[in-house]
């Protein structure tokens, strides 16, 4: 299971989302600075219809959806890169998570404290990415010290060397590691450097239930940004989020509306981050589950056999697989069958996202 961590200023609501995302979390949100010290970890469920669609096809007794992992990691600081506030800690546990989810405070409220003394989502935005940045080239300097003693014998520490001047120069001018292009081979040499900026990102523009619908001028700011290294922005309400968890799933649809929205923001955050880690879903159904199945894209059908157990990769013979939309049209899997829209598929099928599978395979 992939991890996300969730980062940013103190008191910009970070907690707060992650009580949400998940509902018995027990991370502290408290109006101070460094309510949270250790990592929280919680695992969610991706929202995904196409579940229930298949389990009413298949009669299933149980429903299992795909899950992704969040972390909430502990409010970073300017200076964070020297070790301010708990810095040193704190980019540990952000080296550790596969994606990170910046939290943007776009909301103002005089009863909730800002570090800075003013809400400016630009700002706020530059002081993460600048210590995320600095600690990249804290660890950079000491790599390409360490390859340099042995650059005199080996190629690889010369094309490290390379790779990591070249990735010097983008952070030295304000960009992060993920705009800059490396090739596989390059990708591999600095892999093990767990580079924070290298790490694909989508920023939560955090904002009062009032904007929720439509955003606000802050919001934009984000976007801004975000538009410069093509990530993606998410606009969440933490505020509406806290409520919705303690209201009864039946009144939630009607508070959303009210809102302006169908759906609250962390739906869409969840999904994008599954999207961002470059996640697909396939799907088995049955009387007895209908279950989503996680795999990296580019996957092809042993390897998504071996997600559900290394035997099926193993002994891998065919995968009976059908579209999802051409399941659901049909009725039932005997008459996707009948149509000639269940096909068998070999070893270099590449699964595509929404497949329903049945694995053979030898014992």
């Known amino acids: 299971m992939l991890r996300a961590g969730i980062v940013g200023l103190p008191n910009v609501g970070k907690s707060t989302l992650f009580n949400a995302l998940v509902a018995n979390a027990k991370a502290e949100a408290a109006n101070f600075p460094f309510c949270t010290i250790e990592p929280n ?88 990415n600048l210590e995320l940045a600095l600690a990249d080239l804290g660890q950079i300097e000491k790599r390409i010290e360490r390859s340099r003693k042995q650059a005199r014998t080996s190629k690889e520490a010369q094309a490290e060397i390379e790779v990591l001047e070249k990735l010097t120069v983008a952070l030295n001018e304000g960009k992060s590691a993920r705009q800059v292009t490396l090739t596989e081979e390059e990708e591999l040499l600095v892999k093990s450097l767990g580079l924070l900026t290298r790490k694909p990102i989508i920023y939560a523009a955090n904002v009062s239930e009032d904007d929720l619908a439509s955003g606000n001028d802050w919001v934009e700011q984000v976007r801004g940004v975000a538009a410069q290294e093509s990530a993606q922005v998410v606009i969440v309400s933490a505020q509406v989020e806290a409520e919705l968890v303690e209201l009864p799933e ?114």
């Open 41 to 128: 970890v919680g695992v969610v469920a991706v929202p995904d219809e196409r579940l229930q669609v298949l389990a009413k096809i298949s009669q299933s007794a149980e429903i299992v959806p795909a899950r992704v992992e969040f972390v909430d990691i502990a409010g970073l600081v300017k200076g964070a890169s020297q070790g301010e506030g708990l810095g040193n800690q704190f980019l540990a546990n952000i080296r550790e998570v596969d994606a990170i989810v910046q939290v943007v405070r776009c909301f103002d409220d005089d009863d909730i404290i800002h570090v800075s003394g003013s809400v400016d989502p630009v700002r706020d935005i530059e002081i993460i």
């Open 250 to 363: 039946a009144d939630r649809a009607e508070f959303l509306e009210s809102l302006g929205v169908t759906e609250g923001g962390l739906k869409s955050l969840i999904r994008a981050t599954y999207e961002l880690l470059g996640l697909r879903t396939y799907f088995t159904t049955g009387p007895k589950e209908t279950r989503a199945w996680t795999i990296k894209s580019g996957m092809f059908a042993p390897q998504a056999a071996g997600v559900i157990h290394t035997d099926f990769e193993r002994g891998f013979i065919r995968a009976e697989t059908v579209g999802y939309t051409d399941l659901v049209t049909s009725g039932s899997m005997n008459a996707a069958k009948e149509k000639g829209q269940v096909r068998s598929e070999g070893k270099d099928y590449l699964v595509k996202e929404g497949d329903v599978m049945l694995f053979r395979f030898n014992v």
